[in-house]
């Protein structure tokens, strides 16, 4: 999409509108934005990402301003525009790299864990070639959180919790603890899977994977799983799905050039 406009009112993508009118933008200025997989709705993040890369580039004025400030001002400016967004996207694009989080009401704790290239090698990631807006299967997810699935939540955060656990030992099962969340999302509500996420979970863990996950909200976009490297290419063959490469930024979002 191409907008030429002459007042930031003008603008129809919300996000950019309601950012520049943040930073009370009154000069004129371009924004090119290029991103690597599609949009509308593949569950990665990238809307956040691309707020956080706008926020991040409109604040830089010689000076960086910090990780926190960064991520919260991003999630509150996205969140202005799409109610039912979290925060963890925000900031996964901010710090970059694996992090444990958690959130708290008035502030969040970031603790960064390093993942070695052996076992990163082991993720696997496939495009459904399927998008969807995300605003109503969140929306259906946070109702389902405040009705009586709210025990759900709470194992899924139980399994953040044991993967920390398990990282401090120095060994971590990936694997097993994405498919118990893969048990738990998926009767969360109605949206994250269908007959054919089912579909391709099944044949997925029946040549290799030991489990996955559907990104984001769920309904399609991206699926990722843990599998060894030597089967990668035989899942994607049965799946029928496109892989897709890629390496975890360990940097999170900056100015290349100013």
Known sequence: MTENVDTVEDIRHDIVRNVLKN??????????????????????????????????ALSWNGN???RGILAELSYKLEQECHP??????????????????????????????EMNAETECWFLLLYTGV???SDELLRAQTKAFEADKIAIGRGMAALAEEL?????????EFGILLHE????????????????INFWYMQA???????????????GGFMLFYAPPDSHAHIAKV?????VEFRIEKEGSKVIYG
């Open 23 to 56: 930073f009370k933008q009154e000069r004129g200025l371009e924004i090119v934005s290029v991103a690597d997989i599609p949009g509308g709705g593949t569950g990665l993040g990238s809307s956040s990402a691309f707020t956080v890369g706008l926020v991040n």
């Open 64 to 66: 960086y301003i910090s």
């Open 84 to 113: 039912y967004i979290g925060k963890q996207d925000a900031y996964a694009s901010t710090y970059g790299g694996m992090n444990y989080m958690q959130f708290k009401p008035n502030y969040a704790t970031i603790e960064p864990m």
């Open 131 to 133: 998008t969807r807006p």
């Open 164 to 172: 920390h656990r398990q990282y401090q030992t120095g060994y971590v």
């Open 181 to 196: 969340n893969w048990n738990l999302k998926t009767r969360l509500y109605g949206g994250v899977t269908n007959d054919n």
């Open 205 to 219: 863990r029946a040549n290799g994977a030991i489990g996955g996950k559907v990104c984001g909200a769920g309904g």
């Open 239 to 243: 799946t029928g799905l496109r892989r």
